[in-house]
């Protein structure tokens, strides 16, 4: 079993640059695909970003390409969002997850973190 937890989270302004870790205990992180995922009071959860084991590719949801970058530090078992030039329609609750599979669907993902909030003001 993996455990997560999300810690970065914070209040920042529109244009401000924000770091999410993602910590597991449990197990080791290498076979898995890392993500991240957001929720807001409107939306469900929603895919934001993904990096795969082994070949470390990155997939990003069309609304935070360029701007988003997630990596990975197995030996650590970590994984990091970093968030530039933040939107005031990127304040949610993130989430970060593993799973086996590459997939952007929330249901290929086991484990979750209970999730940390951005804020965005503009």
């Known amino acids: 079993q993996l455990q997560l937890r999300e810690s970065g989270g914070g209040m920042v302004q529109a244009g401000d640059s924000l770091r999410l870790s993602c910590t597991a205990s449990g197990r080791g992180i290498s076979a898995y695909t890392l993500a991240w995922f957001r929720r807001t009071p409107e939306k469900d959860r929603e895919f934001v970003a993904r990096?795969?084991?082994?070949?470390?590719?990155?997939g990003y949801a069309d609304s935070v390409k360029g701007r988003f970058s997630i990596s990975r530090e197995d030996l650590k078992n970590m994984w990091y969002l970093q968030m530039s030039n933040l939107k005031p329609e990127d304040t949610a609750v993130y989430y970060c997850?593993?799973?086996?599979?590459?997939?952007?669907?929330?249901?290929?993902?086991?484990?979750w973190g209970r999730g940390t909030q951005v804020t965005v003001s503009s």
């Open positions: 990096i795969a084991t082994i070949t470390l590719t990155q």
């Open positions: 997850a593993a799973g086996r599979s590459w997939s952007k669907d929330d249901d290929s993902y086991n484990y």
